[in-house]
């Protein structure tokens, strides 16, 4: 069995109210606004260049 549980509040970057999404890199709550849904982090860390995805180039 699955639970979704939709998650609103205050974004943390902008102040927005609204549905959450969490950052899978700093934890920040945020906004859709605020968050790459496509990558799962904040735009803050999607700016400094940061990934979820392990570089398998090198492998």
Same mark, same amino acid.
Do not use: Q, W
């Given at each position: ?6 998650? &609103?509040?205050?974004?943390? @970057?902008?102040g927005?109210?609204? /549905?959450?999404? #969490? ?5 920040? @709550? ?6 790459? @849904?496509?990558?799962?982090?904040? *735009?803050?860390? *999607?700016?400094?260049? /940061?990934? @979820?995805? *392990?570089? &398998? #180039?090198?492998?």
């Amino acid at each position: 069995m699955v639970f979704l549980v939709e998650v &609103t509040g205050i974004c943390s @970057i902008c102040g927005r109210a609204g /549905k959450m999404y #969490t950052c899978s890199l700093c934890g920040a @709550i945020v906004c859709g606004n605020c968050y790459d @849904i496509e990558n799962g982090i904040c *735009k803050p860390c *999607k700016g400094r260049g /940061k990934s @979820i995805h *392990k570089d &398998t #180039t090198n492998l």
